[in-house]
C-alpha cells in the first residue's frame, strides 16, 4: 500500500536500513518492493489463510536474523488481531520494539460497538446510537427510537454494520423516528446469524466528513495531521493546522489517546462528520466522530517532505519520547495528492460522458470531473512517485494494476469499485 511506502521512505530518509514485508500474492509485484528505500524484501505467509502461527514464527525469526531494532505495523484491517498478538511475541521473546496497540486496544477500536461504547465513555461520542447485536435488541431499540422523536426534534437514523463487510459499505438505510413501523420492518430484515452485529446510529447530514492521522507512542499523540475526507478517499489535502476545526480534531484524539492508557503505542485514527446547531448570532459546528481505525492511514503521505523529523518520531518508540512539541504537516503546503492511476481512468471516462451526454445535469458533472483531474495531473503530486525512486510507481500503475485486474477476470470475480491507494478492490 502507499502508506507502507511512504514509511519505507521515511525510515530510510531517516538513516535507517528498512526491511519490506509483504503478504505473499501471485507475482508478488507490490510496488514497494522495488523501492530503492529498501535494503530487503521479505514475502510474509499470510496468517488468513496459513495461521497466526506460521506467520507469527516467521516474523520473528526475520527478527532475529536480521537484528531488526524497531517493526512497524502498516497492514489492513483484515489482518489486525494477528499484528496484535504478534506485537505481544515480538516483545515478550525478542529485543525489537513495536509501534502496534496490544489486543485489547484493537479490539476495542476495530469494533465499532465497543468503539462507541469507549467513546461514549469518554463522553466524546456527540451522537444518538443504539447496538444491535441480538433479534432480542428490537425492541429496545423502536423504544430508543420512540423515545429521541419524542424528546427531541425530528431524528433519522442510520443502520450500518458492525463487522467488516464491504457489502454494506453502500447501502446504509435510513430510518425516520416519525416512523416507528418502517423502522421496525427494517431492523427485523436484518441477518443477525453467525455473530453479524449492527448499529443504530443518528444519521448527520453535514455534507463534511473529515479524517485523522496520529502517531500516539505511550498515550501522547506525537505527530498528527487531518484532511477533509470521502467514503472512499483518492484525495489528499492538508487542512489547515491554524483553524478551529483542525485544533478540535487534534485535541479529541490526544484525549482519546490519554483515555487508551500510557502503555497504548500504535497509529490512531478516525473519521468524523460535523453538525451544524443553532448558536447564539448564527450557527456553530460540532464534532460526531463516527469510525476509528487503529492502523497507519493514508493520509500519512501529507508529511511528505518532512520525512526525517517523522522519522525521529518513530525512533522515540526505541529512544524514548522527547519533550519536543508535536509533529504536525506543514499547512503551508498548497500541494494535494492523488494517484494517477485513478484519475485519468476517472478523467478519460468524465470526457466522454461530457461528449456523449445529453442530460445537462450529468454533462455538467462531467466537465467538473475533467477539469478536476487536469488540475490534478497539472499541479498535485503521486506520492508513489519520487525522482530518486520511481520504480514503485511504474509497477504499481504498469505492471501491478494490469496483472490483478487480469486475475479477476481469469477468476471471474465482479467488482465495483477500486482503491488504487491501497490496492483494494470491493468485490461487486
Known sequence: MTKGLFLARTMYLGGCEVYGAEFKEPGNLVCGRFSRALRKFIPLKNPLVEGTEAYVSQVLEIIRTERIQLWISCSGVATASQDAQLARAIEKSTKCKTLQFDEDVITTLDDKLEFMQKTSQLKLANMQWYPLQHESDISGALNFINDSHSNFRRIRFMVK??????STRGSLPLLDSTDILAAEQLLKSLDYTGGRKWILQEFVDSGEEYCTFAVVIQGRVRAFTACAS???????????????????????????????????????????????????????????????????????????????????????????????????????????????????????????????????LARSTALRQTLDCIYHLLSWRDPTFLWWDPLPWFVLNHLYWPWKLALASWAGMKWKQLNVSTTKMFKA
Open 230 to 360: 470521502a467514503s472512499v478517499l483518492m484525495h489528499y489535502h492538508q487542512l489547515d493546522s491554524k483553524s478551529i476545526l483542525y485544533g478540535a480534531m487534534l485535541k479529541f484524539t490526544q484525549d482519546y489517546a490519554n483515555g487508551l492508557g500510557r502503555n497504548a503505542t500504535g497509529h490512531l485514527s478516525f473519521d468524523f462528520l460535523i453538525r451544524h446547531i443553532s448558536a447564539d448570532g448564527g450557527f456553530g459546528g460540532q464534532l460526531v466522530p463516527i469510525e476509528c481505525n487503529p492502523r497507519c492511514h493514508t493520509a500519512v503521505v501529507l508529511f511528505e517532505g518532512m520525512e526525517s523529523a517523522l522519522s525521529e518520531i518513530y525512533q522515540e518508540v526505541i529512544e524514548g519520547i522527547s519533550e519536543t512539541e508535536i509533529l504536525e504537516a506543514a499547512c503551508e503546503k498548497e500541494t494535494g495528492f492523488y494517484w494517477m492511476a485513478h484519475d485519468v481512468v476517472l478523467g478519460v471516462s468524465s470526457f466522454c460522458s461530457l461528449l456523449l451526454s445529453q442530460d445537462q
Open 161 to 166: 454494520s458492525a463487522n467488516m463487510d464491504d
